[in-house]
């Protein structure tokens, strides 16, 4: 045996560990300290996401925009969900959902859009009247109609959290790069989709886009947040990874079309089955330009 190539394997696997092990859990002398680098931890860390590399118009043989929907209700997609409550649980888990509306309210994310063609912005005052409902109770309603302050205790609020998501759009660019002669994938945006806030406690709910990020512009703030690792809770992945790498399950729902880009539901109409084989069928032509590539 080679021992000195498995020293190297251990060495490797060791820092690997340690670079995404949370931070400090078995040094820290309170739990304060849990979770923070020390100086020479900051120093060896390259904490940024990995860039991408410049792709030239001309190099791209083959392009398309690709819309996908996430269905958090399938299992592999858990870790852009939860957790949906963290009153119980430690800052460094936090859904993806919660990692981009404090990363926006806080500023580090700006470039945030109605729809996904990123045409008009978003700002987060527009964005706060789709998080929260506050109505009244008819105790209130007496007060204000008799010209008092309305109570605390008669306000109703409502807040749209991470338990409310059901669905993650997703915007792609799927193109065969002839430089480098395979198919790749770029993600473009990616948009939660919640109830409608005055739908809330409705039977049947209205869901709507709640806005759309840039995701390039966004990479940053999810390279720092990481979703849960149920295989090895010692390396969790980061969000720009865990997107970047698809790992997850996605259903195409449109694509760029001469049709002004009208959705699969569109001209399948009312079958289910229908338009999730026509998704399947988009996602295959795709697929299939790489390998037809190498036939002659």
């Known amino acids: 045996m080679n021992w000195r190539k498995f020293s190297l394997v251990v060495i490797l696997l060791t820092g690997s560990v340690t670079s995404f092990a949370q931070s400090n859990l078995l040094n820290a002398k309170t739990p ?4 923070v680098k020390t100086a020479a931890q900051l120093e060896a860390d390259n904490d940024k996401p ?3 590399g410049y792709v030239h118009d001309r190099d791209i043989m083959m392009g398309k925009k690709v819309w996908e929907i996430i269905d958090l209700d399938e299992r592999v997609n858990f870790p852009l969900l939860y957790p949906i409550d963290t009153s119980d649980i430690g800052p460094d888990r936090r859904s993806l959902y919660d990692v981009l509306t404090k990363a926006i309210k806080a500023g580090q994310i700006t470039e945030i859009y109605t729809d996904s063609y990123f045409t008009t912005k978003k700002t987060m005052k527009d964005i706060a009247a789709s998080l929260t409902r506050i109505d009244t109770t008819d105790a209130g309603r007496e007060q204000y109609n ?7 205790e008669y306000i109703n609020r409502q807040d749209i ?6 669905d993650y ?39 709507v886009e709640l806005f759309w990020v840039y995701f390039l ?22 969000f720009d990874h865990l997107l970047n790498a698809r790992r997850f399950n996605a259903t195409i729902y449109k694509t760029d079309n001469v049709y002004g880009d009208r959705s699969i539901k569109d001209y399948m109409k009312e079958n289910a089955q229908l338009q999730l084989l026509e998704s399947e069928r988009i996602k295959e032509a795709i697929r299939d330009f790489e390998q037809d590539m190498w036939n002659y």
């Open 50 to 52: 990995l860039p991408y």
């Open 146 to 152: 008799a010209g008092q302050k309305i109570s605390e």
């Open 169 to 207: 759009k997703i915007l792609g660019y799927w193109y065969f790069d002839k430089r480098q002669g395979e198919l790749k994938y770029r993600l473009l945006g990616i948009c939660p989709v919640v109830p409608d806030v005055y739908t809330l406690n409705n039977d049947e709910k209205e869901y």
């Open 32 to 35: 304060a300290e849990i979770g």
């Open 217 to 238: 512009e966004a990479r940053d703030v999810l390279h720092k947040a990481t979703a849960f690792n149920d295989g090895n809770s010692a390396m969790p992945i980061s």
């Open 161 to 166: 959290t991470s338990q409310d998501v059901s």
